[in-house]
């Protein structure tokens, strides 16, 4: 496995989640997208090896990305959760494409 993304699970809209996705090895800029049934895989946060992140405007004031490279990992904390923030979320990196997705379901 070269993306193993974790974390996902069931919550109550207002609750809090955080996404893990470790990479088999060093990376550089990385990306979180969600795909919510019938709809297209959207960009969510990225993060480049520094540290630098951009967000969807959807999530911004409630996502946070962040990275530990010396763990080979990115990380989505993800707060207020809304209805709307259901989807299969999925990390990506240049190197090793796409992880295998979580299911982030937030009922109301």
């Known amino acids: 496995v070269q993306l193993q993304a974790s974390g996902g699970g069931l919550v109550q809209a207002g609750e809090s989640l955080r996404l893990s996705c470790a990479a088999s090895?060093?990376?550089?800029?990385m990306a979180w997208f969600r795909q919510a049934p019938g709809k297209q895989r959207d960009v969510v946060a990225t993060?480049?090896?520094?540290?630098?992140?951009t967000y969807a405007d959807a999530v911004k004031g409630r996502f946070t990305i962040s990275r530990d490279n010396a763990k080979n990992t990115v990380y989505l904390q993800m707060n207020s959760l809304k209805p709307e923030d259901t989807a299969v979320y999925y990390c990506?990196?240049?190197?090793?494409?796409w992880g295998q997705g979580t299911q982030v379901t937030v009922s109301s």
């Open positions: 090895g060093s990376v550089f800029s």
């Open positions: 990506n990196s240049a190197r090793y494409g």
């Open positions: 993060i480049t090896r520094s540290g630098s992140a």
